[in-house]
């Protein structure tokens, strides 16, 4: 995505005085009916790698935390429209994605609002859907929330952003 696109989907205007923050929770809040559920997701903090010197751990990056997202959303979709219409990429749900932890050092964490479900999905099974796609990813952590979206949450996940960026929302998903 290009920062004008970037701009665009954030309602960037050179002249106002309005923040970064302040526009994507503005646009988010117009795109609140497009998302029916929100997910944390638990992410370890630092991955093996072994190579021909040995084994050693690396602290999870920026870079990491987009693949294993990617990778999530991926096998989420794949759940819940099979594999054949996941990969051609004629089905998917809609993700807006904010990594949390970043900036704070607090332990990383995603927080995932997701949209796009049809009419024939059923709720009672989205939970068994996530734990599935989660387990194929092995950078993520057992614990994960699953929740109804409610109209705060947006405002809660984007708390991490900045005045003057939005660094921490993994655009590429959105």
Not at 78 to 99: D, N, P, R, T
Not at 112 to 135: H, P, Q, Y
Not at 164 to 170: A, G, I, K, P, Q
């Amino acid at each position: 995505m290009n920062l004008q696109q970037i701009r665009q989907k954030t309602a960037y205007n050179p002249n106002a005085k309005i923040t970064h923050k302040q526009a994507t929770r503005s646009w988010l809040t117009g795109k609140y009916r497009e998302y029916q559920l929100a997910l944390t997701l638990t992410i370890k903090q630092s991955i093996e790698i072994t190579n021909a010197n040995g084994t050693y751990y690396k602290r999870l990056d920026r870079d990491d935390i987009k693949r294993i997202a990617t990778h999530f959303t991926h096998k989420l979709n794949k759940q819940v429209f099979g594999v054949s219409a996941a990969k051609s990429g004629k089905k998917s749900l809609k993700y807006f994605v904010v990594i949390e932890g970043e900036r704070t050092f607090k332990n990383l964490h995603l927080h995932i609002a997701i949209g796009g479900l049809d009419k024939n999905t059923k709720w009672n099974k989205f939970e068994e859907l996530v734990r599935n796609a989660k387990s194929s990813v092995k950078e993520l952590d057992e614990q994960h929330d699953l929740q109804i979206m409610d109209s705060g949450w947006l405002e809660y996940i984007t708390k991490e952003l900045g005045t003057r960026d939005t660094d921490n929302v993994l655009w590429e998903l959105a």
